[in-house]
């Protein structure tokens, strides 16, 4: 069993900064995707960034060149730095940990980030 724990958001203007941070503790198997997904009120979940643990990532188009996702393997945490924010980025953010060999997620019960105009 896995649980992740994220943290870092809260309310910023439009061109602000935020710096989400998601924990992972449990059984962490070795071959995993950890990722940030998103949603905004009214729309489905969707794919912000995910990095491999060999630090190959992927970005949804509408924040690439804004935000970046890192990881440290050593203590097992994910983070998901954001600039020049946006009032369209304001959404519960999730973080998500795939386990790779068996196919299975893992979800955090998310953090609010809301960018005011």
């Known amino acids: 069993q896995v649980q992740l724990v994220e943290s870092g958001g809260g309310l910023v203007q439009a061109g602000g900064s935020l710096r989400l941070s998601c924990a992972a503790s449990?059984?962490?198997?070795?071959?995993?995707?950890m990722g940030w997904y998103r949603q905004a009120p009214g729309k489905p979940r969707e794919m912000v960034a995910t990095?491999?643990?060999?630090?190959?990532?992927n970005y949804a188009g509408s924040v690439k060149g804004r935000f970046t996702i890192s990881r440290d393997n050593a203590k097992n945490t994910v983070y998901l730095q954001m600039i020049s924010l946006k009032p369209e980025d304001t959404a519960v953010y999730y973080c998500?940990?795939?386990?790779?060999?068996?196919?299975?997620?893992?979800w955090g019960k998310g953090t609010l980030v809301t960018v005011s105009s």
């Open positions: 990095s491999t643990t060999g630090f190959n990532t």
């Open positions: 449990g059984n962490i198997a070795t071959i995993t995707t």
């Open positions: 998500n940990l795939y386990e790779v060999v068996r196919g299975v997620n893992y």
